[in-house]
């Protein structure tokens, strides 16, 4: 079984910077892309930055030019660092990845972490 664990979240004042971390664990052959989205209170989910195996990056425009995504392929894990943080980007944010366990796997199976809370006062 794989799993997702993210770690980082807390409270920062207006600003201020965060790095996520989310770690990907279990019996794992390949993980494609990663990607990290945010669901605020009271709104849906959205995708916040996405990476791909080979490292190409793309990213929601509220967020341009102040979070960066990157991995450790050797490590299974997704970083997300989060600078001049607004209060606007308080919000859970998770982690997911598409993941092959076995090198027989037809498709990835995309996962999901559990969360973790950003909270950003003003």
């Known amino acids: 079984q794989v799993q997702l664990r993210e770690s980082g979240g807390g409270l920062v004042q207006a600003g201020g910077s965060l790095r996520l971390s989310c770690a990907a664990s279990?019996?794992?052959?390949?993980?494609?892309?990663m990607g990290w989205y945010r669901q605020a209170p009271g709104k849906q989910r959205e995708l916040v930055a996405t990476i791909t195996g080979g490292g190409s990056t793309a990213y929601a425009d509220s967020v341009k030019g102040r979070f960066t995504i990157s991995r450790d392929n050797a490590k299974n894990t997704v970083y997300l660092q989060m600078n001049s943080l607004k209060p606007e980007d308080t919000a859970v944010y998770y982690c997911n990845a598409a993941v092959k366990r076995h090198w027989s796997d037809a498709t990835a199976m995309l996962l999901w972490g559990q969360g973790t809370q950003v909270t950003v006062s003003s």
């Open positions: 279990g019996s794992i052959f390949s993980i494609n892309a």
